[in-house]
């Protein structure tokens, strides 16, 4: 059995917010989240609904022990809807920053995806 990735930051709760922006850094940001919540990194949370203030996403938010936002692009909106909110942000990833160049082009290949992914998985388990 494959050992369990968890996020460097030393925590088994850590709540995952992305971005999921129209561009394909933006969808780049929820497959990867919907990936690490796969790998046992962490739970997958609704960005939007905490800007929406939902009261059942805040106090999940609010029960983490972690919380990881993945930004498409440096605009950093994931980050910001959760620093708005009241909350610290722990860990923050930029897909834009990991050589992905922002398009409108949002037909992501798998190869893609495994390609950003591995890189997000070297930085966490880096720290």
Known sequence: MAEETKC???????AIFPCVGAAN????SNKIAIELEKEGVGNL???????????????SAE????????????????????????FKVDRQIVISELG???TKD???????VSEVLEKVMEILQSE
């Open 8 to 14: 460097s930051c030393g925590s088994a709760n850590v």
């Open 25 to 28: 850094t933006g969808q780049l």
């Open 45 to 59: 949370m609704c960005t939007v609904g905490i800007g929406a203030r939902a009261p059942g996403l805040m106090k």
């Open 63 to 86: 029960a983490s022990d972690k919380i990881m936002t993945i930004d498409g692009c440096p605009v950093n909106c994931a980050t910001k809807t959760m620093e708005l909110a009241g």
């Open 100 to 102: 992905v160049k922002k």
């Open 106 to 112: 949002r037909n992501l290949t798998e190869d893609e």
